[in-house]
């Protein structure tokens, strides 16, 4: 497990080990999306348990249509910022480094307390039913279309966002890219189906997102670790492919690069799934080849295949997901050659909070 272990420059800052907690909705913040001291305990306990990068969950941008779900955090006011900070300097105290995940929900809108009306690239509600973990809604509303103006509140909402982000003292910002939520949206020919500037060809789908890479690197300057999360499919619609295949995903990869992203975070079901309409890689391999852009991979990263895949990315980041909610301490037991957890969903019900996860342990102590 050497090679695992060593500390990686990765972008701007020193990251002690190759491992990441993966973004993870935990919906427990103040109803207001302040982040509290149960967060902080949280994200603690994984900077302790030795990940070397903590990304957080998926955090809203404005006060607008941003919000996706009930006691999900922003990061939009002083008051946000202040709990953020908190968790920001227990992470740097435990030895690790901590981004945050900007995101915009789009049609995948559950519960927002600015608004009832979810905004979207087009009036098209998300495959398949809202996710019960999450909150109690049982069916998706139909959003609104999004005017230029409406898609300008929404960059700007990610560049104040950005900027609060780097003043609360994170190391680096990671936009949701992925998933099924706005920025993924605009990508989708299943959402997306504008006939403007925004919507059509791939170049017009990406449109957004680079005018969101871009508004985030001029908020935050020069010197300051910015990447994107991407995936072709959703949380309800797993199976989605880009029409364009390989060439279209590399093409959106350049375009960030471009647009002044230092990394991209890939996620798939598995890293190494091949799921292209066109083209036999995988998401990972894709962006690996692409000139100027570190990755961190995503996807049934394990203990058992840790090592492969980072011998076969080297350089890259390694994001664990639900072996981390298992075992918060993953990467510690690793070191010390313990045994790993799998997960027990149980944990995330019947919502996905830190409460139901700490209950779950207490009753499971034994
Ligand atoms: C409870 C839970 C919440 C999640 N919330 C987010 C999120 O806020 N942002 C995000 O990009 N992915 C989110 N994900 C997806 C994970 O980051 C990760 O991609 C997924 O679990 C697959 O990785 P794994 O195979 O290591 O578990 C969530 C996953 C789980 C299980």
């Known amino acids: 497990m050497s090679d695992v ?24 913040a103040e109803p207001d999306g302040t982040p509290n001291a149960l967060m ?35 990061i939009i006011n002083d008051q946000q910022v202040a709990g953020w900070k ?71 909402g990610f560049a104040l966002s950005a900027a609060n982000a780097k003043a609360a003292g994170f190391d680096g910002i990671e936009i949701h890219g992925a998933n099924g939520y706005l920025l993924n949206q605009f ?7 504008r006939d403007d500037r925004y919507g059509g060809s ?15 690197r001029k908020a935050v300057g020069e010197d300051f670790p910015v990447g994107i999360r991407l995936s072709q499919g959703t949380v309800t619609d797993p199976d989605y492919q880009l029409p364009e295949g390989e060439a279209g995903f590399r093409k959106i990869v350049e375009a960030v690069r471009d647009a002044g992203a230092d990394f991209v975070h890939t996620t798939d079901g598995d890293v190494n799934r091949q799921h292209f309409t066109e083209g ?7 962006a690996h080849q692409v000139a100027g852009i570190e990755l961190i991979l995503n996807g049934g990263i394990d203990e058992i295949n840790c090592q492969d895949v980072a011998n076969q990315f080297p350089g890259t980041l390694l994001a664990v997901g639900k ?24 944990m995330l019900q019947p919502k996905a909070t830190i409460r139901n996860e700490l209950a779950w342990r207490e009753k499971n102590a034994a």
């Open 280 to 286: 036999n890689g995988s998401l990972a391999s894709v």
């Open 86 to 156: 908190t968790i920001v300097d227990r992470v740097h105290s435990a030895g690790s480094r901590i981004f945050i995940q900007l995101m915009h929900a789009g049609a995948q809108f559950q519960a927002n307390r600015y608004t009832d009306l979810p905004q979207g690239p087009s009036p098209v509600i998300p495959k398949g039913a809202p996710l019960g973990f999450y909150g109690d809604q049982t069916e998706w509303k139909t959003p609104e279309a999004m005017s230029e103006s409406d898609i300008q509140a929404a960059i700007d």
């Open 202 to 216: 791939l170049e017009n789908r990406l449109r957004l997102v680079t005018e969101v890479v871009d508004a985030v």
């Open 40 to 74: 902080a305990d949280h994200y603690e306990r994984y900077a302790k348990g030795g990940f070397g990068l903590i990304i957080t969950e998926g955090t809203y941008t404005d006060d607008k249509a941003s919000q996706g779900y009930a006691n999900q955090p922003g």
């Open 323 to 346: 072996k981390a909610l298992a075992n918060p301490d993953f990467v510690q037991r690793l070191k010390d050659g313990k045994e790993i957890d799998d997960i027990d969903f149980a």
């Open 5 to 28: 272990m060593q500390p990686v420059r990765f972008s701007s800052v020193e990251v002690p080990n190759r491992f990441a907690l993966a973004p993870m909705t935990r919906t427990s």
């Open 187 to 193: 990508l989708s020919t299943h959402f997306n189906q």
